[in-house]
């Protein structure tokens, strides 16, 4: 079955670096779009990052354009997420995600909200203080 393991969270002053992973295991790694979303309590879950591990294909929202990296180790089957000039507003538990990659018509795409990925890690906690 599925699973995926986030970890690397932590507290770090704002204009640090932080990176998390996302230890996936279960599946064929290729066959999968992993992503990165984040939530703050009353607040909507929020795509930061998603890439496709076959193909290598990145989207990132504009939201955190230059900020985020998205990056596989597919002989480790682990998705890093490196958040550099961390605010304060980046507060938030940090999840990864995993949907097929693969479209009803043979194409590979990105999905990009919350609802369409059906496998989900436990989240890890990014604190970011001023």
């Known amino acids: 079955d599925v699973q995926l393991q986030a970890s690397g969270g932590g507290l770090v002053q704002a204009g640090g670096s932080l990176r998390l992973s996302c230890a996936a295991s279960?599946?064929?790694?290729?066959?999968?779009?992993i992503a990165w979303f984040r939530q703050v309590p009353g607040k909507e879950r929020e795509g930061v990052s998603y890439?496709?591990?076959?193909?290598?294909?990145?989207h990132y929202p504009d939201s955190v354009q230059g900020r985020f990296t998205i990056s596989s180790d597919n002989a480790k089957n682990t998705v890093f997420l490196q958040i550099d000039s961390l605010k304060p507003e980046d507060t938030a538990v940090y999840y990864c995600?995993?949907?097929?990659?693969?479209?009803?018509?043979?194409?590979?795409?990105?999905?990009?909200?919350?609802?369409?990925?059906?496998?989900w890690g436990q989240g890890t906690l990014v604190t970011v203080s001023s």
């Open positions: 995600a995993a949907v097929k990659a693969m479209g009803r018509w043979g194409l590979r795409r990105i999905l990009v909200e919350a609802d369409e990925y059906p496998y």
């Open positions: 279960g599946f064929t790694f290729g066959d999968y779009v």
């Open positions: 890439i496709d591990c076959g193909d290598g294909n990145i």
